[in-house]
T-cell receptor, first 113, second 117 residues
Framework: DSGVTQTPKHLITATGQRVTLRCSPR?????VYWYQQSLDQGLQFLIQ???????AKGNILERFSAQQFPDLHSELNLSSLELGDSALYFC????????????FGPGTRLTVT | AQKVTQAQTEISVVEKEDVTLDCVYE???????LFWYKQPPSGELVFLIR??????QNEISGRYSWNFQKSTSSFNFTITASQVVDSAVYFC??????????????FGGGTRLMVKP
């Protein structure tokens, strides 16, 4: 158990819908990262937050957004969902903004039908 | 831009064999960090090791060992006396030290290791 929690574990929704994925980092970790794992794209970095501020952006679609709240939990919002958004979404946290090891949550498996 | 290549998509071995997973990386930074993660069939990503670019010492942890060679931009992972429980997908990853890149991990495509009894 990494100490990072993600909810829900599974999500099935229809095209065009909007969903919110939630992540709680390990106690004391200030940095939260979101990654997408799909069969065709592999594991891809989406976005990083550090202590409430956006720190870096990767290949995140405009339909996707995220935020980190004062209690350091983070939410990833996915809207206007398409079939191709079906993937495993991971949240990770690390001690600070520096590249220490990132500990991953169990992931949220999103299926868009 | 940073890139990680794991040329072996799938490896199959018989229990107790040694196996090496290859990882080659590209980066323009002189300071960077390399990682290995394990993804068992249950799906979670488990951190195995982190090395920084200034530390080329090989590392051994039980049956696991890592060989970092800057001259060939490689960070290979060897499992000695493999066991069925080692069956998983293994990912090599790279993080550059900072700047505007944040601390994102760039992952290789992964190597699926199957250890047969």
């Amino acid at each position: 158990d990494s100490g990072v929690t993600q909810t829900p574990k599974h999500l099935i929704t229809a095209t065009g819908q909007r969903v919110t994925l939630r992540c709680s980092p390990r106690s004391g970790d200030l940095s939260v990262y979101w990654y997408q794992q799909s069969l065709d794209q592999g594991l891809q970095f989406l976005i990083q937050y550090y202590n409430g501020e956006e720190r870096a952006k990767g290949n995140i679609l405009e339909r996707f957004s995220a935020q980190q709240f004062p209690d350091l939990h983070s939410e990833l919002n996915l809207s206007s969902l398409e079939l191709g958004d079906s993937a495993l979404y991971f949240c990770a946290s690390s001690v600070s903004g520096r590249p220490y090891e990132q500990y991953f949550g169990p992931g949220t498996r999103l299926t868009v039908t | 831009a940073q890139k990680v290549t794991q040329a072996q998509t799938e490896i199959s071995v018989v229990e107790k064999e040694d196996v090496t997973l290859d990882c080659v990386y590209e980066t323009r930074d002189t300071t960077y960090y390399l990682f290995w993660y394990k993804q068992p069939p249950s799906g979670e990503l488990v951190f195995l090791i982190r090395r920084n670019s200034f530390d080329e010492q090989n590392e051994i942890s039980g049956r696991y060992s890592w060989n970092f060679q800057k001259s060939t931009s490689s960070f290979n992972f060897t499992i000695t006396a493999s066991q069925v429980v080692d069956s998983a997908v293994y990912f090599c990853a790279l993080s550059e030290a900072g700047g505007n890149a944040g601390n994102m991990l760039t992952f290789g495509g992964g190597t699926r290791l199957m250890v047969k009894p």
